[in-house]
């Protein structure tokens, strides 16, 4: 019985040594070059019945509060109805909740939802801009450099970061840093701003080797901000900070004025342009289950967010979608009957949940946004709505809907 167990245990050693060495050499041999794409058909964005009329946004800022669930959201509601102020959640015009899912399931992590809400395509956990098989597929960001938007990225995590890296890159492996900054030194994206993080550790490459890969591309901007003027005006701007230096509202600079500066730039551009800005703080607030951290990234959010919906309002063509591409920690607002009524916070994990999370939507075109219900659908409108051909018709305000659409994957 002895010798029986022994032969068990080793079999199964084995077995499971083998299992790694198949698992990380497929790994390791899939990484896709960034030139010479050939992008997976993906979803057919002709085959969306949409009985939608109105105004086409010209631009559009897409915010993802990273594992922000409904009750984050509740506690920063909470926080404004006790001081009787006006919540920036209530401006919003579309107020919904879409399903967060992985391509097998109800659970997902950051580079999946977000490889969903980029590109319009359900995936696996892990997948930065390829399909559940490993095959690229083509995001908003792409499709929207094609027709000549300019793009722009702003968020309070790293640079190569799987929410934003969903937009530009494309690899199976979110941990490989220098291969997607190389991807992101090699798109068409116009504008990043975000930290660096774990410099030297495994595939992160030192500070030095990062603003490298990145000055072949953008012009490197100082701690001013300052938007570069006259024949730089046009090129491609990159401000990089050090990790956790964009915290929250009270640290220099902040999402929000990383955000201003950003629109101000795009706005110069005079082009069409989407913006995705990311704030990473609920989700890594909420691993940690620290509570107190996840009241400061809502302000951070919150600020943010009244800022763009501020813009979108005085600009007059800017749609602005809000999201989360998961939530993170079970978060649940409770009573505190010890000093009741007042309120405390309890956690159920410190991973990801199932729980379906915010899908608000202000100015042009946000009536798109309601009824939506799988992260993916986020992105097939997101990219139908910047492919549609406004050029013909009677009223090019409108969007023609149902005729004219071919898949823009062809
Ligand atoms: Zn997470």
Redesign the pocket.
Known sequence: MKNWKKTSLLTAIVLLLVLFSVFYLFKMSITIPSSDIEFSPGSDLSSIKLEYSAAKPKNIVLFIA??MGFSHLSLAMHAHQSKNEPSVWNEFEIKGWHDARSYYGPLT??EASATAIATGTATNFGHIGIDKDGKALKSLFEMASDLQYTTGIVTDSYIWDGTPAAFIAHTRNEDDARDILTQIAESNLNLIFGELEDLGEDDVPEKDETLEILSRRFQLLDRSLEIPSGDNLSKPIAAIFNEDEVQDVSSTPNLTQLTQVALKYLLLQDKPFVLLVECEEM??A??ENDSNRVVQGLKSIQETLSFVLDFSRKQGETLVVFTAD?E?GGLAVVADFDNYPKTQIKWATK??TAAVVPLFADGPGAEYFANIHRNWEIGERLKKMVHLDTSQGKDDSKIKLGQELTNPEN
Do not use: N, Q, V
């Open positions: 990273d594992g992590d950051s989700d890594a909420s691993h998961h993170t991973d990801h």
